[in-house]
């Protein structure tokens, strides 16, 4: 039934009968639908129209950011509030697109406080088909991301987006930090939407993912002293290239003394590669413990690339 029939049936209805229109509304019905869903209706109808008159035609994407809490309800953002915040959003974007995604703010209104962003970049149409939006970077990050927050709302496994995680960590510190929640809508160029939020229960279990448990590993690291420390830490160049790898290997005081070593030494060093492995399955912390001088040289075998061992050392480490 199109719009001009069913003003048509209830200006006829009210004619004949003053009750008509509360039983032909019964008669046909209600439907339940939030307001996302009737916002994303008249955005979609409104594309179709625009695309009536110019095919090719799209939206323009938009991001909202809506901040609640004891701080925020007059309305503003605070200076200390912008980067805390809006940093780990744009960056976590971009790591869900895959490539950088640079966002900015086009306005600011009030709902407690609303930020209005969108992306730097235009939504190109398909030159071909003319068929609509290209599926854009900022497209695809922002709904990854808004998967993310809903399953840390709702405590699921969130272990798939794991390299996301330095971001959300950020996010939740700020979030608990200003005593804020984050509620997230997405309008993309196609007239979809999306919505996420991230309150103080998401930002409890994302705390709570940070407990780490150890990841022991043993074998045998062979190369050259380069630095003796008198802590108990010394460091063996594997190789004699300028990027060799290098490993601290933590020895105690004592052991150390014993062992009477000096720069430039030989060894082959039998030790427990420790990692401290978070519950998304990132490396916190490692640490290498010397358990023994092994009695023949043997080659280092991990399991694992050197670049991707270089990331897993804590800061200041070889």
């Keep these: 039934m199109n719009e001009s029939s069913w003003r048509r049936r209830m200006r006829e209805a009210r004619a004949h009968d003053p009750d008509a229109t509360a039983r032909l509304l019964e008669e046909m019905g209600t439907e339940e639908r939030d307001d996302a869903e009737v916002e994303a209706e008249h955005r979609r109808s409104l594309l ?64 407690s406080t ?46 798939e987006w794991a390299q996301l995680f330095d971001s959300v960590d950020a996010l939740s510190k700020a979030l608990s930090q200003f005593r804020l929640s984050l509620a997230l809508t997405w309008y993309a160029a196609d007239g979809g939407m999306r919505q996420a939020s991230l309150t103080r229960r998401g930002v409890d279990y994302a705390k709570r993912l940070q407990a780490t448990r150890d990841d022991d590993q043993e074998f045998t690291i062979s190369g050259r002293v380069t630095e003796l420390r008198s802590s108990g830490v010394v460091k063996v160049k594997s190789g004699l290239a300028r990027h060799a790898p290098a490993y601290d290997v933590r020895v105690e005081p004592e052991q150390l003394v014993r ?18 492995l978070d519950a998304v399955g990132r490396t916190r912390a490692s640490e290498y413990y010397f358990l023994d001088v092994a009695a023949e040289e043997l080659t280092l075998d991990l399991g694992i690339s050197r670049s991707d061992d270089s990331d897993d050392r804590p800061e200041g480490r070889s």
């Design 48 to 111: 179709s129209a625009m695309q009536e008159y110019q095919p090719g035609a799209t939206l323009q994407e938009e991001l909202r950011l809506r901040l609640t809490g004891p701080e925020a309800e007059r309305g503003a953002l605070r200076f200390q509030w912008g980067h805390a915040l809006l940093d780990p959003v744009e960056k976590a974007v971009s790591k869900a697109a895959g490539t950088p995604v640079e966002l900015e703010v086009t306005g600011l209104s009030r709902g």
């Design 114 to 159: 609303v930020v209005h962003a969108r992306p730097t970049t235009t939504v190109p149409a398909d030159p071909e088909t003319l068929d609509g939006p290209v599926p854009t970077a900022a497209d695809k990050g922002v709904r990854t991301f808004a998967r993310l927050l809903t399953a840390l709302e709702e405590g699921e496994d969130v272990r």
């Design 259 to 276: 062992m009477r070593l000096t720069l430039g030494d030989n060894v082959h060093f039998k030790v427990r590669y420790r990692r401290k």
